[in-house]
Structure formats: structure tokens, C-alpha cells
């Protein structure tokens, strides 16, 4: 068991050495994830507090100051977080609104539709689909309230009872976690109608305590965090598969998982608001990294919810230093303080060949495998080595008076 231990902080430690941000952005934060001298893997690009980040102020003339004046939207509590061709769509549970930035084409709106039968009450979880339309949970109004994708209106689906807390999206269904009775509530996408509910029968596998957030891998397969620190990984048809996770204080523990999400390449991210930071996970939960932990210049504060986005690279690569290669942008949001919204870049350093470096550690780990199991048997040898003494002394004459 001990060698079994010390394997795997041994593979922590592997692929946090591989799995780090420099800003040459307003910020001026330079941080990387694992630090130096390991190799990057997780880079501190930029941050949003609130429009003034994402639309330049102009320098205009007196002449045309009142055209050119231009309100600024603010962040005052986000939590859920959502990101559809490079625009992202904030909830702020505060202001009740669904806040829309795109920095890439530095716009920064409202949702429309957010009045009237549309009116929010406490967004808290938001979804955007193929084609654009929106999907807010709102809490308070107990529905996930509908927009399409200009942002009108659209309906509310959702039964009478629930209480959502997160909301996913694919191009069949659309995902309610119903935070309330302890449910993920799977409706039709097109025609909102109900195709199935569940999270509270069977074992404790299949069974859910106080969901907290829920994420889809683009498989089919539907992940729950849970208070207790578990996450449990249901197949499209709501049967329970695999279950991870506890509360703790080790670094594959969960104290307060408040979103979890898959990029393309199957990486699985738990933000943690207990613990302030963000986890990868491989399709084993096997953990690689971690970032964004407290006493770093570029980390969290109370996270919540994010998003991952492979669009605007070419954008975000300019706040990135000039070796490090941007191959992702993760979102990430901060219930207080400034920085209400951090984007970190996923990639790698120029010139570095990280899949030998992956390979050059394996071969650590099999190496280290080997020895700790070649200790292990010469200690049971030792151990067994006594036993043999009294017998051998049973059998010998006695010794002369």
C-alpha cells in the first residue's frame, strides 16, 4: 500500500510538471502553472472586471462626446458562465441579468429578453446551444428560462418543484440539475416536453447528495458534483457508471465543486470553491494539475463557474508570452474581488518536446515502481527469516551441562 501511495504522488507531481500565466495585458501579472523550473502548461492571460475591460475607451472630441459616451456594465456577483463563438455569457446573481462580453470583437451587452415573461429572478447557470438560443437556471424562479439567439424570450422549461442549479446542453437534450429533490431532469431540446429524471435510486453510485453542478463530455456521458465531494458519471440514458471523490483535504478531494466541464480533448476541469482552484482530471480521474490557488499573483477568489473555448486564439495569444503557445482559453469565474473573470491559456512552450518529457517520466514511474516492489519483497523476506530460527533450534541436541 505504501509504494501504491507514493506512485501516485509521484504521477501528481509527473503531470503537474507537465500540465502554467504571463500577461502583457493591463494586469501586468506574470504567472505560470506548475512554475518555473518545471514546464508551463497553464498561463495567466487576462482578466475582465467589468465592460471597461472588454470595450476600449475612445478619445473623442467635445463635439461628439454625447454620441460617443457609453454606459458600463458591470459584475457585481457572477457565478455560472457560459462561452458560444467566442462571446461569453455571464450570470450575475446580484444584478439578475445575464451579462454578455466578447473581447475578441470588444462588444459587451445585456440579454434582451430579460424583462417581462422573460424577467430573471436568480440566474445562477447558463447553457447555449448549437444554434445560439440560451438556457439560464434561475433558482429563485425555480425554471430555466429560454432566450433565443438574438436574446428575446423564448419560454420556460421545468417542473413546479425544482430547484435548478446548473443547466447543459447537447443537440437532443437539454440537462437540469435539480438541485432540490436531488435529480438531473432530461428534457427534449426542440420541444421542451419531459424524456426522464434521475439521481435517487440505487446504490450510493447512482444516488445524489445536494447536487451542485453538471457537466457533459461530448460522449454522451453526464457528470454530477456533489457536497459530500463525490462526482458521479451517469451514461446518456441516466444509468449510473462510475463514482469518484470525497471531502478532504488531499489534493484529489472536493469540499465545494461548483463547476464542472470537458474541452474538446476530453480533459475533465472541477473548479472548487472551498479550495480556490481548478483540477484536471484525465477520463480515469486520474488528477494531472491544478491552478489559480490562493497566495499566486493570478488566483481565484470563491470560484464558480467555467467555460473552455477554442475559438480567437490569435486574440488571446497576444497576452501570452512570446514562447508559449496558446492551445485553449479557460474562463474562469471569481465571486468577489477584482477580477471578476480570469482567462488562462492551456498550451505549451515553444521547442519543448513535452510528449518525450511524458515518456521520460513514465519510465521514472515504472523505474520507481520497480524498486519499491523489489523492497517490499525483500522485506517480506526479513520478516520470514525469524520463523525459520526457532524451528532449526527445535531439531539441534541440547547444549551440554
Known amino acids: 500500500m505504501s509504494h501504491r501511495i507514493g506512485t501516485a504522488i509521484f504521477i501528481v507531481s509527473l503531470w503537474s510538471a507537465l500540465l ?115 438556457y439560464v437556471a434561475d433558482s429563485a424562479r425555480k425554471k430555466v428560462v429560454k432566450f433565443a439567439a438574438d436574446g428575446s424570450f423564448a419560454g420556460t422549461v421545468g417542473e413546479e418543484d425544482m430547484k435548478p442549479v446548473g443547466v447543459a446542453v447537447d443537440d437532443i437534450n437539454l440537462y437540469i440539475l435539480d438541485s432540490g429533490n436531488g435529480l438531473v431532469r432530461v428534457f427534449d431540446r426542440r420541444t421542451s416536453n419531459p424524456v426522464r429524471s434521475y439521481g435517487n435510486e440505487g446504490d450510493e453510485r447512482g444516488r445524489l447528495f445536494t447536487p451542485l453542478a453538471i457537466g457533459l463530455d461530448g460522449k454522451g456521458g453526464v457528470y454530477v458534483t456533489n457536497l459530500d465531494g463525490r462526482v458521479v458519471h451517469f451514461d446518456r440514458d441516466g444509468h449510473p457508471l462510475r463514482m469518484f471523490g470525497k471531502m478532504g483535504a488531499g489534493p484529489a478531494d472536493y469540499n465545494r465543486p461548483r463547476s464542472i466541464v470537458f474541452d474538446k480533448a476530453g480533459t475533465m476541469y472541477i473548479v472548487d470553491a472551498a479550495s480556490q482552484n481548478v483540477r484536471l482530471l484525465d477520463e480515469n480521474f486520474q488528477l494531472l494539475m491544478s491552478f489559480g490557488e490562493p497566495g499566486t499573483p493570478a488566483s481565484l477568489n470563491v470560484p464558480a463557474g467555467m467555460a473552455v473555448s477554442d475559438d480567437d486564439l490569435d486574440y488571446y495569444q497576444k497576452f501570452a508570452a512570446p514562447d508559449f503557445v496558446v492551445e485553449r482559453v479557460l474562463f474562469v469565474v471569481s465571486q468577489f474581488g477584482t477580477h471578476k473573470i480570469s482567462a488562462y491559456g492551456l498550451g505549451k512552450k515553444q521547442g519543448v518536446d513535452y510528449d518525450a518529457l511524458v515518456k521520460e517520466r513514465q519510465q521514472q514511474i515504472r523505474k520507481m515502481e520497480e524498486n519499491l516492489a523489489k523492497e517490499e519483497e525483500k522485506k517480506k523476506e526479513k520478516e520470514k527469516a525469524p520463523e525459520a530460527q526457532p524451528a532449526a533450534a527445535a531439531g539441534a541436541p541440547a547444549p551440554a551441562k
Not at 523550473?37 to 475582465?48: A, E, F, N, S, V
Not at 462561452?83 to 466578447?102: E, F, M, N, P, R
Request: charged share 20%; hydrophobic share 35%.
Open 20 to 134: 502554467g500565466g504571463c500577461a502583457s495585458g493591463p494586469t501586468k501579472i506574470t504567472q505560470f502553472w506548475p512554475p518555473a523550473p518545471d514546464m508551463p502548461r497553464i498561463q495567466y492571460l487576462t482578466k475582465i472586471s467589468d465592460s471597461t475591460d472588454v470595450v476600449p475607451k475612445k478619445s473623442v472630441s467635445l463635439l461628439d462626446l454625447k454620441e460617443s459616451q457609453v454606459e458600463t456594465i458591470p459584475l457585481v456577483k457572477p457565478y455560472g458562465i457560459a462561452v458560444h463563438k467566442g462571446a461569453l455569457y455571464i450570470c450575475d446573481t446580484v444584478q439578475s441579468q445575464v451579462v454578455i462580453y466578447d473581447l475578441p470583437r470588444q462588444k459587451a451587452s445585456l440579454l434582451k429578453g430579460n424583462k417581462g415573461e422573460g424577467k430573471l429572478m436568480k440566474p445562477i447557470a447558463v447553457a447555449v446551444d448549437a444554434e445560439g438560443n440560451v
